[in-house]
């Protein structure tokens, strides 16, 4: 059995399969990266995308042997350790998600989105051609453009001159300190994110 190495998600696997062996598969079965999900396995529902040498791409329709030493990114490759990319972090704060299941593609077209333009438009988020059964559009919408919000702004840091954060061991939170600030802005940020969206359901109920 032949083999292909490639890098996956920062460090190089190999995979002993055949060449045709589509990506997703190698993905799911022969490496255990389940974030790519299986959905129609024909390039039209999108809910596989993940990244190729730092451009979208669809794995089911994609052979082992098109990788071979290149660049593989999938949802699980997406954070830097505990820090989730700004993407993410607007998936969080909009309640994106409704099953689930399409959201690390949609994730993954985003980013690859806001790699190609930094302050992109309604028709540039609907050419997306990502498909959510559960109807989460909308809020795709608006976490794209509050996640193209959050990378144009610079973190303030003290790399950046802003405050520093102070050293918290882990399982504890700051009794003071920006970090505490943060935290309630954050929490606030999601209390009037989940308030936003049950008026919006509501509305849309009785629309
Ligand atoms: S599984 Fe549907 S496009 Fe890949
Ligand atoms: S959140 Fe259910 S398919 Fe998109």
């Known amino acids: 059995m032949p083999k292909y ?3 996956l998600n920062g460090k190089t696997v190999q995979v002993d399969a055949p060449g ?6 190698a993905l799911r079965d022969k490496l255990g990266v389940t974030g ?6 024909i390039n039209v529902c999108k809910a596989c995308t993940s990244h190729l040498n730092g451009k979208a791409f669809n794995p089911c329709v ?12 999938t949802i699980e490759g997406l954070a830097k350790g505990d820090q989730l990319h700004p993407v993410q972090e607007a998936w969080l704060e909009q309640d994106v998600a409704q099953c689930g299941f399409c959201q690390p593609g949609q994730i993954m ?10 302050n992109p438009t309604d028709e540039d988020i609907d050419a997306i051609e990502n498909v959510c059964r559960c109807g989460s559009y909308f809020r795709i919408r608006e976490a794209i453009k509050a996640a193209a919000a959050k990378m144009a702004t610079p973190v ?25 600030a943060t935290a309630a802005a954050g929490a606030a940020a999601l209390a009037a994110a989940a308030a936003t969206r049950l008026l919006r359901d509501a509305d849309e109920t009785e629309a």
């Not at 790519?36 to 396995?41: I, R, S, T, V």
């Not at 077209?109 to 930094?118: E, I, N, P």
């Not at 303030?156 to 505490?180: F, H």
Request: overall charge neutral; glycine content about 14%.
């Open 5 to 7: 190495s490639f890098t």
């Open 20 to 25: 045709d062996l589509s990506v997703l598969w």
């Open 36 to 41: 790519p999900k299986y959905g129609c396995g």
């Open 62 to 73: 994609t052979d082992l042997r098109d990788v071979a030493g290149k660049d593989v990114t």
């Open 109 to 118: 077209a985003a980013v690859a989105l806001l790699k190609r333009t930094s």
């Open 156 to 180: 303030a840091g003290p790399a950046a001159g802003g405050p520093s954060v102070p050293d918290v061991a882990p399982g504890q939170l700051p009794a003071t300190g920006p970090g505490v």
